[in-house]
């Protein structure tokens, strides 16, 4: 169930439900024809796509017939793979085997990225990360939804008193907690960028991942809550407004800037009012992906009485022991407050290795106690629904 300021909002339960629940694609001579010939794009017979095989194969179709060329990409196994056109203008290409997970892909069609038109999962993005669909592999179930008690997932609205705009927020709580009156520690789970505040639900699985790691005794029940992590407006909430005095440059991101204002002064406060939460920081944790692992290294080090567990995702930080010399000064200062400190990437993540290299070198260097881990994967979120997956038993012990 997914509420905004508690009012059910049927459609999106709908939409998490499509984009969580796709199933393995029938065979093609099992697809339906539509009498309008969607399904492929108009003017022809129905596609599916993508058709994931028994073997773990997977064949992708797309209608272009005036294309002169389609080629396969995304979050797959890092590569693209061109495709082929036949007779009636489908271009098609077979991949894998791949590995049982979730994955997105799209097309480059003679230059311009374009979706899949005939596949309901979607995963939202803009910008460098744009939409993608997504297909699943079956065999590995930790981000599935299963027959298990389940969360609820929420869509809060807010007035920003920091930025002067109304914004959203996408809230976790576990299984129970409308029927139970306990307390529950909350973990501020951030965003990339081209992400929004949907992404670790409605992309990463992270409510089903709690779940099955909650019905199975293996993490404390807790609240998650996912902030829009840009200095804006909240999306389609209603004409754009700019925020002003948005700062900018690099000294923006020092203790996080105004997100980071934002997060403290009015999301932390907002949870805490509306929902039953323990409010100390032994109970409290920040953590994100990429851009919003960086935002996690720019906030919690600035603010080590606030948050006692720390998780930095595919992130890294340049020059820490000088921006935060109080997190860095009193080493065992530091590693006394701190519950966990949690830093973990992609083994062939090129895009931020040098980054996370230099955090690492720093607090070894620094004498703070972390936890490092190193995984397969690259800048993906193959990688982050494992770490999510690995780091919420580790929260609040």
Not at 124 to 129: I, S
């Amino acid at each position: 169930m997914i509420r905004r300021s508690a009012v059910t909002i049927a459609g999106c339960v709908l939409a998490i439900a499509v984009l969580h629940g796709q199933a393995p694609t029938p065979p093609a001579t099992a697809a339906p024809q539509p009498p309008t010939g969607r399904g492929g794009g108009r003017g022809g017979p129905a596609l599916v796509s993508p058709e994931v095989r028994v073997d773990n194969t997977v064949t992708f179709r797309f209608r272009a017939p005036n294309a002169q060329q389609v080629t396969l990409i995304g979050e797959l196994d890092g590569k693209t793979y061109p495709m082929t056109k036949d007779e009636a203008g489908i271009w098609s290409v077979t991949i894998g085997p791949l590995a049982p997970d979730v994955y997105n892909y799209q097309f480059n069609v003679d230059g311009v990225i374009a979706m899949d038109p005939v596949n309901p999962a979607v995963k939202l993005g803009f910008g460098a990360f744009p939409p993608a669909n997504l297909f699943e592999i079956p065999g590995d179930e930790f981000d599935d939804a299963k027959n298990v008690p389940h969360g609820t997932v929420r869509i809060e609205t807010y007035h920003s008193k920091t930025m002067g705009v109304p914004r959203t927020i996408w809230v976790y709580t576990p299984p129970g907690y409308e029927t139970g009156n306990t307390r529950y520690p909350v973990f501020y789970l951030l965003h990339g960028s081209g992400n929004t505040d949907n992404s670790w639900m409605l992309t990463g699985r992270a409510n089903y991942i709690m779940d099955n790691l909650i019905a199975e005794g293996k993490t404390k029940p807790m609240i998650i809550v996912n902030p829009l992590g840009y200095v804006r407006q909240g999306v389609n909430l209603a004409p754009e407004r700019p925020v002003a005095n948005a700062p900018t440059g690099p000294a923006a991101g020092i203790g996080g800037g105004m997100f980071g204002k934002d997060l403290l002064d009015d999301v932390i406060p907002f949870v805490e009012q509306k929902f039953r939460t323990l409010k100390d920081a032994d109970n409290r944790a920040i953590g994100g992906l990429s851009m919003g692992g960086g935002q996690t290294v720019a906030i919690g080090f600035a603010n080590p009485d606030k948050f006692h567990s720390i998780v930095v995702m595919s992130a890294g930080g340049q020059n820490v022991e000088e921006n935060y010399p109080g997190f860095f000064k009193d080493a065992a200062a530091t590693n006394k407050k701190l519950k966990l400190l949690w830093v973990g990437i992609g083994k062939d993540d090129k895009l931020v290795m040098a980054g996370n290299s230099a955090l690492k070198e720093s607090l070894t260097k620094g004498g703070i106690k972390f936890t490092y881990r190193e995984t397969e994967g690259r800048h993906e979120w193959v990688v982050w629904r494992h770490h999510l997956r690995e780091v919420a038993p580790l929260l609040f012990k």
